[in-house]
């Protein structure tokens, strides 16, 4: 069993930033592929951004250049920072963890675990 917490969201305004964690329970997080997903009022849960590595890490077109995930192993966490901030950012984000040790993926139903969502609203 893993338990993911989420923590960082709030309300801010267009063009400034936010950092998201993500707290992970479990001994073997250094193998999980760690992922950012987001979803918006009436539409479906999107793909933000996946790490395993360094070398094997992904984002989404629409947040490349203004998102970086990253993880701390030792801390068993995974981050979000998100600079320029948009109005169409505002979402709710959730972290979550892919067991299986052989991908990263952009999918949300590959993932086994996920945490509670924190509130994102970038106000224009």
């Known amino acids: 069993q893993v338990q993911l917490v989420e923590s960082g969201g709030g309300l801010v305004q267009a063009g400034g930033s936010l950092r998201l964690s993500c707290a992970a329970s479990?001994?073997?997080?250094?193998?999980?592929?760690m992922g950012w997903f987001r979803q918006a009022p009436g539409k479906e849960r999107e793909f933000v951004a996946a790490t395993r590595s360094v070398a094997n890490t992904y984002y989404a077109d629409s947040v490349k250049g203004r998102f970086t995930i990253s993880r701390d192993n030792a801390k068993n966490t995974v981050y979000l920072q998100m600079n320029s901030l948009k109005p169409e950012d505002t979402a709710v984000y959730y972290c979550a963890a892919d067991l299986m040790s052989w991908r990263t993926s952009t999918i949300p139903y590959h993932y086994n675990y996920w945490g509670q969502g924190t509130q994102v609203t970038v106000s224009s």
């Open positions: 479990g001994r073997t997080f250094s193998s999980y592929a």
